[in-house]
């Protein structure tokens, strides 16, 4: 912790809660209508002051009799929460410092409020990554995105069988992890402007699973009102993925893993509840099914009405083509290869290739996602295998090709629907991007090498926020260029709606166009950004052609 002075905040009400201080603020106190928050200083990269509170408790502990429910919002205090240490992560394999109390939100400013003004800036709330089983919110660090004037938020939320448990009936109606970042964005709403932050100026975003989050947003009845832009980066649910009622075989299989009896709902959670959190978060990889595959274990459900707020209440696509759904301008990401360094794990293990070569049709509906068992998903294994890799075995060579399968199906498809529904349905305009730079880092190198493997799933991350595992680029970085780009258009995007609000030098002079109905055109983020068109277009096509549209609607 970085202390040296304490100072108090005189509270003053009107359209914020008002900040004091003086020229040993090592520490600072501001006032909130819950209570008061002492908070720690960081620093960007260009040497801006970074006021952050980190482990703000947004939420009431989901322990005891509130495990597998939905949030209740955090109540008042008396005293000052001290917030100048991140919170604890949620459980989850192979990381300290876990808890169940782990409903955490972390805010980053430049600029208190003062008794004059208040600097009502934008702000931006980041969902993170993880396949809603790990990862958590300060593993986005905000040096780079705060040298813009923005506020920023990153949160953690139950993970797995803890957030994403569906018996559907009203034991576990389901999608309490999704709650979870709602009670984040209404607490938000209420107290943002005590940290210079604009309630009426919010973008949410998400990466991944945090990507799936922003999409399900858009159509969450439980979400009206508390954001204003949408960021959908490398996943949407607007894709392949299926949207159940239920996933009361999940529930079945984590009572088995923790010695519970597995016949009906209510006896599935009286055990559970016996047993603790990391009893059950340590289960998590035996659910793997195939490789490290599904890679998505733990998907939204639409909840049944038994009396509680529901957060999904039909499929996602038939609400966006209803247009029930916030209308909002929105970006829409993907990477270069998304998912193709899954393929290497293929490679790097005789037995499993050999069962995806010989019983693909098995196989790849756990890989990519999609209905198992059925007639018609023997007929998309038929054509995914006869597309991405012909009938030659499945050897070191076939790497190019299990890459670009990987890329589209666990990714690449869902976010290149999102983009084209959205742009049809959506009366605010709808940007995408391709993300193709390749820096010097990266989430996958070549084998025995420091060279990247092409531009991957998360790559794009490494240029919006700090990631502890990687360099943090100054100014004299070659990377540093394409780091002030995403830190501008993002900043650009939360205060405007557009990315590029007009022609700037330091954004290579782009104009940067939405994607409309019969012109899909993309930015194309490399050494240089340019406008293209038909991003995949033969590779997609495949893949709208097997799960169209008509077959979700009925």
Not at 38 to 58: D, H, M, N, Q, W
Not at 242 to 262: S, Y
Request: with cysteine; net charge negative; charged share 20%.
């Amino acid at each position: 912790m970085h202390c040296i002075f304490i100072f108090i905040v005189t509270l003053i009400y009107g359209a914020a809660c008002y900040h004091h201080h003086s020229n040993h603020d090592n520490e600072f106190i501001v006032s909130t209508p819950l209570g008061s928050v002492k908070g720690a200083p960081l620093e960007t990269v260009l040497g801006k002051k970074i006021y952050s509170f980190r482990g703000v408790r947004y939420a009431k502990p989901p322990i005891n009799e509130l495990r597998f429910q939905p949030p209740e919002p955090v109540e008042s205090w008396t005293g000052i929460y001290d917030a100048t240490q991140d919170g604890v992560s949620c459980p989850q394999p192979y990381v300290d410092n876990t808890s169940e109390d782990c409903l955490f939100l972390n805010v980053y400013t430049t600029k208190l409020p003062d008794k004059k003004t208040n600097p009502n800036r934008p702000v931006l709330v980041f969902f993170h990554p993880g396949g809603y089983y790990s990862s958590r919110g300060h593993n986005f660090g905000p040096d780079y995105l705060l040298d813009q004037d923005v506020v920023l938020v990153t949160l953690n939320y139950r993970l797995a069988s803890l957030g994403f448990l569906s018996t559907g009936d009203k034991f576990a109606p389901g999608n309490n992890g999704l709650k979870d970042h709602v009670m984040a964005l209404r607490w938000i709403k209420q107290n943002i402007a005590s940290f210079g932050g604009n309630p009426n100026l919010v973008t949410i975003s998400g990466y991944s699973a945090g990507g799936s989050t922003t999409s399900l947003m858009l159509v969450s009845p439980m979400t009206k009102g508390l954001f204003h832009r949408a960021i959908i980066m490398s996943g949407s649910s607007f894709g392949n993925w299926p949207v159940r009622p239920h996933q009361f075989e999940l529930a079945q299989k984590q009572a088995r893993f923790v010695n519970c009896p597995d016949t009906d709902s209510a006896t599935i959670i009286k055990c559970l509840n016996t047993k603790s959190a990391t009893e059950i978060a340590d289960t998590l990889y035996r659910f793997d099914e195939f490789a490290y595959d599904p890679i998505m274990q733990w998907l939204p459900v639409i909840e049944p009405d038994c009396g509680q707020e529901r957060f999904l209440t039909d499929d996602p696509v038939k609400l966006l083509l209803r247009g029930e759904f916030e209308k909002v301008p929105v970006i829409t990401t993907v990477t270069a290869e998304e998912f193709k360094y899954t393929a290497w794990n293929l490679l790097e293990n005789a037995t499993w290739l050999k069962e995806m070569d010989e019983n693909f049709e098995k196989v790849a509906p756990i890989s990519f996602i999609y209905e198992r068992n059925t007639e018609n998903s023997k007929h998309i294994s038929r054509e995914l295998r006869k597309f991405y890799l012909g009938d030659d075995p499945l050897t070191e060579k076939s790497l190019p090709q299990i890459g670009k399968l990987y890329a589209d199906g666990v990714i690449g498809f869902t976010i290149n629907r999102a983009a084209k529904l959205l742009a049809a349905k959506n009366s605010e305009p709808t940007y995408y991007y391709k993300m193709g730079y390749e820096g010097r880092f990266s989430y996958h190198y070549k084998e025995n090498s420091t060279e990247p493997e092409g531009v991957v799933h998360h790559d794009d991350l490494l240029y919006i926020f700090y990631i502890p595992r990687f360099p943090r680029f100054n100014v004299t970085d070659p990377e540093y260029s394409t780091v002030r780009k995403f830190t501008t258009m993002l900043k650009n995007f939360a205060l405007v709606g557009k990315p590029i609000p007009h022609v700037d030098h330091y954004l290579d002079d782009t104009e940067w166009k939405p994607i409309t109905p019969g012109n899909n055109v993309y930015l194309d983020i490399g050494e240089k950004m340019v406008m293209r068109e038909n991003l995949f277009e033969d590779r997609y096509f495949l893949w709208e052609k097997l799960f169209p549209l008509p077959k979700i609607l009925n």
